[in-house]
């Protein structure tokens, strides 16, 4: 019995064979067509024409320069190519122009070619204040020398946080990330990415001294840390959501992912902590997922005063999730603009049918009136790691939303329109 692989192998040699017949007659009745395109090119000349018809973010993100030359380069490179997967690695290359992390392969008959692996020495780092940087979390063997807290102030020599933020700039020109603050985001948290081996001096700041320690990429860049110093007994609902009551009497919930975890969590965090002096919704490093009416009704029932805590790891239902809490529960938000990556998506199949593509419709909306896909939500008070709360083991954007919540709770604040 034939395999489905084999079968579709045949079935695509088979179309190929029709085209080329097809082009053949035309030939020789005089038809003008100089050769006969490969079923791979007329594969991705579908691709491109749907893309050039239905894209809805090619201005918004400033790329169509980049798009055109993008199908002008994959144009010529498909006329040499041979096989299903270099196929699947070129329309990998054309998604990678677009910058939008919600486009991507599904159901792919062939294999698609893996990225070039990238290694990284196993430490993370955030944007702290007075453009400092702050060690978020390293590896074990960095443990006497990067901790976390520990101020960075050089790498290879030059300013620790001039490096980093050239770095983000140059990452978005590839990057898959559907905004300039989701690449960013990555070079902080995944930074000094490279070839296996690779090393880099960082000089930081400790007991008032500063020294060097020298960091080699061995660890493959998969992931990356997205909290830290999060609070003490937190009570975890479902695979997403966990609760507490803070010292201060402030109640804190921590999503993340928006999933079917997220209503009945809320609905426990609120009867368990009922007397609490507000509430702390935290949606940084916030993966998405899902939401009805039922989560905006609960959001809704918030006691306020609400504060939600924002970065650019929080994407796609994240984000539509801190905009209903702004809209319904009056919501201040605490950090750094969202990933800007949220919208209704479709799919659209290869006419051989070798794979199928998801693609973005129109993009979700903030309460302004503006675009949330590239631009993001951004926070009522931007708000960076303050290394010497972190070195405490404080973390700095919880802070200063617990300070909101006493004011607010005083009487001293007013709440200013948002997104």
Not at 87 to 94: C, K, M, P, S
Not at 121 to 140: H, K, L, Q
Request: hydrophobic share 40%; with cysteine.
């Amino acid at each position: 019995m034939m395999g489905r692989d084999s079968l579709f192998r045949r079935t695509r040699a088979s179309r190929l064979a029709l085209v080329a017949v097809a082009f053949g007659l035309a030939g020789a009745y005089g038809l003008g067509f100089a050769e006969t395109p490969s079923l791979y090119e007329t594969d991705l000349a579908a691709f491109f024409d749907e893309l050039d018809a239905t894209y809805p973010f090619f201005d918004l993100k400033g790329i169509r320069e980049d798009w055109a030359r993008a199908k002008r380069d994959l144009t010529e490179k498909i006329k040499g190519c041979e096989s299903d997967t270099a196929f699947l690695g070129i329309v990998v290359e054309a998604i990678r122009a677009l910058h939008d992390s919600h486009v991507w392969l599904r159901d792919a008959k062939a294999e698609i070619p893996p990225l070039p692996k990238k290694y990284y020495p196993g430490v993370s780092f955030m944007p702290a204040t007075e453009n400092r940087v702050v060690v978020m979390a390293a590896a074990d063997k960095y443990a006497g020398t990067l901790a976390t807290g520990v101020l960075v102030t050089h790498i290879d020599g030059e300013n620790a946080r001039a490096w980093l933020e050239k770095r983000a700039k140059e990452a978005w020109a590839t990057s898959f990330a559907s905004s300039p603050q989701r690449t960013r985001l990555y070079e902080f948290r995944i930074p000094l990415k490279g070839a296996s081996g690779e090393r880099h001096t960082i000089a930081y700041r400790t007991e008032g001294e500063e020294r060097e320690v020298t960091v080699t990429c061995d660890l493959e860049a998969r992931g990356w840390p997205h909290v830290y110093h999060l609070p003490e007994g937190l009570v975890r609902v479902g695979r997403s959501f966990w609760h507490t009551k803070l010292d201060d009497g402030a109640g804190y919930m921590y999503l993340r992912r928006v999933d079917q975890s997220a209503e009945p969590g809320m609905r426990q965090a609120l009867e368990t902590h009922a007397d609490a002096k507000g509430w702390i919704v935290d949606l940084r490093g916030n993966g998405g997922g899902g939401y009805g009416e039922g989560l905006i009704a609960q959001v809704a029932q918030l006691p306020k005063p609400v504060a939600v805590l924002i970065d650019a790891g929080c994407m796609s239902a994240g984000e539509t999730l801190a905009r209903d809490l702004r809209r319904s529960a009056a919501a201040r938000l605490f950090g750094a603009r969202t990933a800007g990556s949220s919208s209704a998506k479709r799919t659209w199949s290869f006419p051989s049918g070798i794979a199928s593509v998801s693609l973005p419709v129109r993009s979700r909306w903030r309460n302004d009136g503006q675009p949330i896909e590239y631009n993001g939500i951004e926070p009522d008070v931007v708000v960076e790691a303050v290394p010497e709360e972190v070195a405490l083991g404080r973390n700095s954007a919880i802070r200063r939303a617990q300070e909101y919540l006493r004011e607010a709770l005083a009487g001293k604040d007013a709440q200013p329109p948002g997104q």
